[in-house]
T-cell receptor
């Protein structure tokens, strides 16, 4: 079946701009996670959704970052006033509720 | 807080060599442990997992045993292939309620030469 998809695959933006990154999880998966992977590092947790609600947003670095999942399926990660330090690969993962998470291919964000 | 430490890389091996990639962790409670793999140009994939002490996870010839006494989850393979060339990440989940957020190590690049 279809896996987790993320769009766009690449996003180049200028410092100070607003960006939205989209995640389509595996159908029926109630849990959704966002991670950020900087060059040469492992992914770092950003936010966790159970259904429509953000159950844990402790990993969001500051209030420029926000994520929604209004219907309990697709999620959008929103970054305001982007900074060069936001450049990274943003990963989305979904889970049926047990341990295993299924990752999407990621969105590579470059802030010039 | 939780943390995962992986041995420094990169690692380069000849085909059919024995592989060990070390991983140790710090966590409260009883985490689940994972190895994820990222092949060139592809996304992260779960390689294997273990959910309690002394469990052994295995897949594609790779194995790792959950050692609570040494807080380790070392990855091993008896005979590597060129196709095993990838980046390997050790990770843990402390499963606070339904939240299974992962804490990853830095990853290690494995290159296998023919």
């Amino acid at each position: 079946g279809a896996g987790v998809s993320q769009t766009p695959s690449n996003k180049v933006t200028e410092k100070g701009k607003y960006v939205e990154l989209r995640c389509d999880p595996i159908s029926g998966h109630t849990a959704l996670y966002w991670y950020r992977q900087s060059l040469g590092q492992g992914p770092e947790f950003l936010i966790y959704f159970q259904g429509t609600g953000a159950a844990d947003d402790s990993g969001l670095p500051n209030d420029r970052f926000f994520a929604v999942r209004p219907e309990g399926s697709v999620s959008t990660l929103k970054i305001q006033r982007t900074e060069r330090g936001d450049s990274a690969v943003y990963l989305c993962a979904s889970s049926p509720g047990k341990d295993t998470q299924y990752f999407g291919p990621g969105t590579r964000l470059t802030v010039l | 807080g939780n943390s995962v430490t992986q041995m420094e890389g990169p690692v380069t091996l000849s085909e059919e060599a024995f592989l060990t990639i070390n991983c140790t962790y710090t966590a409260t409670g009883y985490p689940s442990l994972f190895w994820y793999v990222q092949y060139p140009g592809e996304g992260l994939q779960l390689l294997l997992k273990a959910t309690k002490a002394d469990d052994k996870g295995s897949n594609k010839g790779f194995e790792a045993t959950y050692r609570k006494e040494t807080t380790s989850f070392h990855l091993e393979k008896g005979s590597v292939q060129v196709s095993d060339s990838a980046v390997y990440f050790c990770a843990l989940s402390d499963r606070t309620g339904a939240n299974s957020k992962l804490t990853f190590g830095k990853g290690i690049t494995l290159s296998v030469r023919p």
